[in-house]
């Protein structure tokens, strides 16, 4: 401990369960010291005239740079007694701690802030030997290889004009050339030329595609339908509109044939190596689905062992996350009706700040940590969702220590997860893959805890078997070019808005 450190005075203000306050009180003899000796170190660079360089008289460099250097002296003073604090009272901070300065004290005055914090709490040990568990296993039979051929195919689809007098209906492609108007007078970005849908696909306005089903190629309609009230374009948010559609081209799915033909445009030698290589996604995805409903089952044995306070913080950061997620385009008067479970979803995210805190503590006493390698192909792999700022995202991994351990939680989790299932008793039961999936939905014991297993990965949730599909980025991208897209697409948001700053440094390592 410095001596800068001895002379500053700690007063504890508040213990409360796991809320800490202390009041420091930093003299001021410190921060002048500080003061005078970056004058010090400036003093060589500083430049003025009638002056030789590096002979400028203390006084004057305090009279031109006192006021910043006072300021810089503060704050490190500031980072230096939070840290001392930290480490004296041996502190495991929750969350970034509050610092309150209040007003800046005057020349010669002692410099007193109150600190604020939630801590890490004390985790009970749990039995984490001979956990019993049950492994539901399904093969990839050749059924369910015939069925990822058949879908495959259906990927590969391409769309070919249809006969004349074939009435689009869901899955047809529907081209078209559109006017918007709203009480009469057209909108901006209301028309388009040449726009493609596919009836079916969500991509309009809730209405929109409804009103194409059964029209013929050369077919003039008039769409009436009315905005969303949250519809991004405030101007004709809510209002209704009118669409003068010109259906210039009808075109019909035509899906290839499950043949060795099929095999060669994908770039294989041969429907049978086709079939291989499907059985190994299948496998693994089958395989993904058995870890899906261990891990719950581990999750559920593990939150029933233990029963401590969790900070109120990190719930709230957790809930935060979770209410984002699950609210993410609704509308307000969804989000007013989805008020009503808010105790539910703060339940959830306690039971989840809880299991983090568990499996952290778990990892740990194990010994169970991600490599630099791990972290650095993680990092890679954040980067390349980025392009053209791979660099920077590198930079803000490197100095975000919490955005770091972010990123790392979710391997750091899975690890912990490998850890235990490698001590539990395990036995072993074949299952069709309904039957899997009807275990899991039912770990989904209510239509909440659902919802969010279906919004994000979690410390008790594992999205595989429950996510819903989303679109491709072609889809988006598609969606996006016209105003009538229901949900235009996003750009992705950097990291720093993405991980950093969630609080949940203390649910994984580190």
Do not use: C
């Amino acid at each position: 401990m410095t001596k800068r450190a001895q002379s500053m005075h700690i007063t504890e203000t508040l213990n409360e369960g796991l809320k800490r306050g202390f009041s420091l009180r930093i003299p001021a003899a410190d921060i002048d010291a500080r003061v005078e000796r970056a004058i010090a170190e400036v003093a060589p660079r500083v430049r003025m005239p009638g002056f030789r360089p590096g002979k400028v008289p203390g006084n004057l460099i305090r009279r031109m740079h006192g006021a910043a250097l006072r300021q810089d002296a503060i704050r490190e003073a500031l980072d230096e007694g939070v840290k001392s604090l930290i480490g004296e009272r041996q502190l495991r901070p929750a969350m970034q701690p509050s610092v309150d300065i209040g007003a800046l004290p005057a020349e010669g005055e002692d410099l007193v802030v109150a600190v604020e914090m939630e801590v890490l709490p004390d985790v009970p040990e749990v039995a984490t030997e001979g956990i019993a568990l049950e492994r539901l296993v399904v093969e990839a039979d050749d059924a369910a290889i015939e069925a990822a051929l058949l879908r495959l195919a259906e990927q590969q689809k391409r769309f070919i004009e249809a006969k004349k007098g074939h009435e689009a209906r869901v899955g047809d492609l529907v081209v078209m050339d559109f006017i918007g108007t709203v009480d009469g007078v057209p909108f901006e970005g209301g028309s388009g030329t040449g726009m493609e849908v596919e009836l079916g696909s969500g991509r309009l306005i809730p209405g929109f595609e409804d009103q194409l089903e059964g029209a013929e190629a050369g077919d003039k309609r008039t769409v009436k339908l009315t905005i969303p009230s949250d519809y991004p374009a405030a101007a004709i948010a809510g209002k209704d509109a009118e669409f003068a559609v010109t259906v210039t081209a009808v075109r019909v799915p035509e899906v290839p044939a499950v043949d060795e033909e099929l095999a060669k445009n994908l770039g294989l030698d041969s429907l049978e190596a086709l079939r291989e290589i499907l059985k190994d996604q299948v496998q693994r995805e089958l395989d993904g689905l058995t870890r899906t409903y261990m891990k719950r089952k581990l999750l559920d044995h593990l939150a029933g062992e233990v029963d401590f306070e969790v900070p109120p913080a990190m719930v709230d950061a957790e809930f935060q996350t979770i209410w984002a997620q699950l609210t993410e385009g609704m509308s307000d008067e969804e989000k007013a009706s989805a008020e009503a479970d808010r105790a539910d979803y703060l339940r959830i995210a306690t039971r989840r700040v809880r299991l983090g805190l568990l499996l952290s503590d778990i990892g740990q006493k194990a010994g169970v940590a991600v490599t630099n390698a791990e972290m650095s192909r993680l990092v890679a792999e954040e980067a390349a969702r980025y392009p053209g700022q791979e660099a920077e995202v590198r930079k803000y991994f490197a100095d975000n220590p919490m955005a770091a351990a972010q990123l790392r939680a979710p391997l750091f989790e899975e690890k912990v997860v490998d850890h235990l299932l490698a001590k539990a008793r395990i036995t072993e039961r074949r299952v069709t893959r309904a039957e899997l999936e009807a275990a899991i939905e039912s770990e989904d014991e209510t239509p909440i805890a659902r919802k969010v297993a279906d919004s994000q990965p979690s410390h008790d949730r594992d999205d595989t078997a429950t996510a819903k599909p989303r679109r491709t980025t072609k889809a988006k991208a598609a969606a996006a070019a016209s105003p009538l897209a229901d949900e235009p697409a996003k750009t992705p948001r950097k990291p720093a808005r993405t991980r950093a700053d969630k609080g949940k440094a203390g649910q994984a390592e580190g």
